[in-house]
């Protein structure tokens, strides 16, 4: 190629339609192009059909996909219709990819020098002390500290972040011209996230790679990407330059998603000024190994001396990296994992840590939970309106015999936008929203007072999370409950919460209304967190108030 | 991991005892030495002298736990536990009912029954993963169910016919190679190679359903996929990523039961006349020797217990995440 | 009259408490959905009606009589009367007409060796009776299709194609009945040495091979579910009790450990002949023996599975939901444990069972199987293997061993696998 202007096309897909065995189209006609040097982002929520498309790029879609038609243009060659022999050397030497989840994309046994080696050995020649000598170059500049010993780590020895780092090396190593990065930092904590986009820029910058960027968070998109187009239910429904789109998107879907993704600010009405529940000097203390013939016992802090008030009708949000332990606070909170230390004074009268499980059980109706995972929230086994009822009959809530208690679930089930006869399905009918509202209803058929909503949003897409917030938002001001939302999430905090607690390795570091600490953070963890988020996210959130 | 070997070692400690209580439970508490002696004797016609006196020959005249008519530390070693159980612990296994010294037996039959067990284990692993590998490969074509039908077929039939079919095709129509004997040396082969290799097509159905199912489960790993991203072929991806890890849970299979290949297989070696622990246990059972039944169990557990201790080993050997933890 | 033996009582218990039970998870609308998808595959449709046959011959066998004379009979031995007093002198082949041996006689003043022909055949009737047979196994498919129009509606069968169903009806149908018929005019399997029949022989095997696989594992469950759940439920010390129990138990080689427990159980029954009256109810207490110790051998393998299941299950959100609710360990283990693991213990009951019939043949010839004088495959490959060195071979003992025993091993396997695909998808 003699000569190569920033607007030439080097990647060019054209009405690629890919569908499941029995027909069910999973992209139905996709058109796009990737320049050379350019970043192009391809948003879209789960199921619309993004990672499908990167790895049908790749032709390694899962078995039993088929392609239907469609064209893929790397350059000048079509890569649908080569053999695979010579689409195998095309995958890793010039289209390279990057996944989501870098603790299972390495592999367990191998260590990172070899898989990087392997790469390279294969597609370049490079053997010994030259490979050697490449990977540890390789790894210097994806910012591995010591590269020439942690070439012999293994992918556990890592940090999530740093394992990201090898991913990009590896996808790196034999120069590609594309590369495709899968949701690559949808893993990973918001400061780990925003060094790792950083790296990939500065990387895409100085190597002039022209990157396919997978994502369905449109912070990252406004951080990261030239060029966007959006998916939709196997379809890319708009296409354009990311500061038009995120100024003046056209299609309403477009919109829709835009606006879910911004910071919003509920308004909120004041909670009352007593305690519901006042947790003191919380302590979760964990013991790792000592078993029959052990001395030595590792001792985990993972609460180490919580302090937290709760008010009648207010949404406290605990925020947090993972590990911080902020869910086994609330955990500890429902008395569900073991108490090393603390009082849990309950309506300023009964302290919950020194009960019993039988002396506990009336106490029980009052706090109730949520979890995150809506997959793994429901017994497999019975019907929605089982498991909604199973409250009422074990605390002996509300009327005892099963007709009306079946109407009470009907009632629950249209309180959380769901019908009447959803009651007699089992959990797997449903989708992740649904059941996220069915794991609602099943905390109020008790009447609880405080609801511990686990990270409830994240294993959801925004439109959902937004649906699930207002739902959320609508109980607090027909019934008066209050919330403690454990989150990871900034950008919701507007919407959601009164107060703030920043909670940081077993202890909570910062702690106030929650304008206070999005606008005006004191402790230098706070700040650190509020940098990292997405500079989107960040002017939305300055808006506000 | 030193601190770790040691404590697994201890843990053997309450298991073998517990072993030893089983066995002497049930070899002299449900069945108490004078039904023994009757068994030996005849269930006719026995009068109470010559059950003691067949008890006294053999030792089994002294109490369960607990010598009142003895003085001392005798109170408990002069007993039929600490005769009979405790002494197993310095793999000392005493005489058999028919008066031979068990020890020496044992170390005398052990090698024919490792020069049968341990080709066919080692066969076996090798034609059987080889095999799943050659399925996961073509997973889901032809090839693959074709395969699948054959190993449940293979599974249905007990391993006896394949014996039997075995003995008969090869030695009696096609004489190629003697139908039973054994003789140690060079030519010991001649006597093998038929009972390896049905030991090893015996198995063929279940192996191979269990290795593929393995493997399967790591192929839709993600780390699959990067090394297909990378630009593997799925051969190169198979071999040396999938196998590798696919081997960690084939381990704990594995491993635990290479010191048990000392005992050897009953079925075979009676079946092609090969002098190893597996039909010198099958001779005692059938002769209702006690003691020499008693012996195997304990070197049996024994032997089990060092293959889990090997297997641990082995796993923080194959494994990075046990062996950097 | 009839004569209680302790393993028909146990069968037939076993029997009604799978009725009821299927009654029961009948009702729940998704395990009626797994069930229907397992037999909507042809060849679990096949392998069910092949093992449900088994077990009816089982079940058939399992009901004994006390004769005048003193002998236990079952309903199976009244149907096959004709067999029990059809003995030859010594072997014959498949459907011979004369002995397989000759014979020394002496005719007219000559001593010649000659086949002697069969006492009980009556040659010609082949053609006959396969045709008789077709039409009365078409008969009996057309009128249980009048009888139960709506048979595939809501049951288990609604999805399995119905060519395949009643096609396999009719071939299980038209086999049984050929046999019957063909057993009148010959003997089908030829004879053993002493001259009885064989087929009689391996079809009262059906009753020893199903007996070992089902109350085995009929014996096993009970402690294997509440050991297994238990120590992954309540973890701690109990944990710690049911693994070392279980380790102990599993580091004395399985054969032996089976081994030494029949020995022991083979002292007993001779020092105890006051526990049984004849030579037939002393065998049948030794096989009732042989499944106790199987299924006190055998507990562990799925106790390890249902423990580690329970652990993972314990710390699932929905159990942590349940404890949130108020929900005792009763509870929890009833509604939100237990029934989650079925699908394991279901699996475990159709594998074991091909196993248990496979092992019954080795420990049989080790010799700590059932008693020689019971019918039993175990015992039939033994008498064969001899058989086999004779000159010319004598080979059909082996061959109706292998084809009885090798068919409801294989329609086992092959129903173990789909139910395993459907229930547990992550095994397919």
Known sequence: MAQQDDTQSILKVERLAVSLPDGTPILKGIDFELRRGEVFALVGESGSGKSMTALAIMRLLPEGLRYDRGCIYLQDTELLSLPEAAMQRIRGRRIAMIFQEPMSALNPVMTIGEQIGEALKLHLGLRGRKQRERVIQLLQEVGIPEPETRLDWYPHQLSGGQRQRVMIAMALACEPDVLIADEPTTALDVTIQAQILDLLKSLQRKRGLAVLFITHDMGVVAEIADRVAVMYHGEIVEQADTRHFLIDPEHPYTQQLLKNALPLRALKPAPKNQSLLEAKGIKVWFQQGGGWFSRKKRITRAVDGVDLTIRPGET??????????????????????????????????????????????????????????????????????????????????????????????????????????????YPHEFSGGQRQRLGIARALAVEPRLIICDEPTSALDVTVRAQIIDLLNTLQEEQGVSYLFITH????????????????????????????????????????????????????????? | MLKYLIRRLLYAIPILIGVNLITFALFFMVNTPDDMARIHLGAKQTTPEMIAAWKQAHGYDKPLFFNGNAEGLDTLTDTLFFQQSVRLFTFDFGLSDSGRDIGADIQQRMWPSLALALPTFLLGLWVNITLALVAVLFRYSRVDKTALVAAVLLMSISGLFYIIGGQVLFSKVLHWVPISGYQPGADAWRFLILPVLIGVFAGLGAGLRWYRTLFLEEVNKDYVRTARAKGL?????????????????????????????????LVMESFFGIPGLGSYTIEAIQGQDFAIVKAMVFLGAVLYIAGLILTDIAYAWADPRVRFK | MIALLWTDVLVWLLVIMLALWGRLAMRDALVRARWQQVFASPLATISAIILITYLKLALLDSIHLRMDDGQLRSLLDLIFYHLLDASERTYSAPFATHEFVKSVVQQDGQVLQVHLPLRHVQPGMVWWDLLLAAALASLVVWLTRRGVPDFFKNGIFARSPRGVFWGTAWGVWFVLIALWLLSHHYHVF??????????????????????????????????????????????????????????????????????????????????????????????????????LILGLTSWTGLCRLLRAETLKLSAVEYVTAARALGAGHGRILLRHIVPNLMHLVLISIVLDFSGLVLAEAVLTYVGVGVDPTMNSWGNMINAARLEMAREPMVWWTLAAAFVFMSLVVLAANLLSDRIQQVFNPRNA
């Open chain 3, 190 to 291: 030829g004879t053993d040495k002493v001259g009885n029949d064989v087929l009689y022989q391996a079809i009262k095997s059906i009753r020893t091979g199903v007996l070992i696989g089902t109350l085995t594992t009929l014996l096993m469950l009970p402690l294997a579910i509440g050991l297994g759940v238990a120590a992954g439920y309540f973890k701690g010390w109990v944990d710690d009790i049911i693994q070392y129990l279980y380790t102990t138990l599993n580091s004395i080689p399985g054969v032996l450990l089976i081994a030494a427990a029949v020995l022991v159980m083979q002292g007993m029954l001779e020092t105890h002949p006051d526990w049984f009256g004849s030579v037939a109810e002393r065998a049948d207490l030794r096989l009732l023996f042989l499944t």
């Open chain 1, 489 to 545: 999430d900034l950008s919701i905090l507007p919407r959601i919460a009164h107060r703030v607690a920043v909670m940081q390795q077993g202890k909570i570091v910062e702690e106030g209304r929650v304008e206070q600490i999005l606008r005006v953070p004191q402790h230098p963890y706070t700040q650190q967190l509020l940098e990292a988020a997405p500079k989107l996210v960040r002017t939305a959130v300055s808006d506000l108030w």
């Open chain 2, 233 to 265: 072929s799925e051969w190169r991806t198979l071999s040396r990523h999938v196998l590798r890890n696919g081997l960690l849970p084939i381990l704990t299979g594995v491993v635990v039961v290479i010191p048990t290949l000392f005992m050897g297989s």
């Open chain 1, 316 to 425: 406290l949000a605990l925020v947090g990296e993972s590990g911080s332990g902020k869910s086994t606070l609330g955990m500890a909170l429902l008395r569900l994992n073991e108490l090393t230390e603390g009082q849990i004074l309950f309506d300023e009268q009964v302290d919950l840590a020194t009960l019993n499980e039988r002396a506990l059980r009336p106490w029980r109706r009052h706090i109730q939970v949520i979890f995150q995972d809506p997959f793994a929230a429901f017994n497999p086994r019975m019907t929605v309106g089982e498991s909604i009822r199973e409250g009422m009959i074990t605390l002996k809530v509300g009327p005892q015999d099963k007709a009306s208690q079946r109407e009470r679930v009907a009632e629950l089930l249209q309180k959380v936008g769901l019908q009447p006869e959803h009651m007699d399905r």
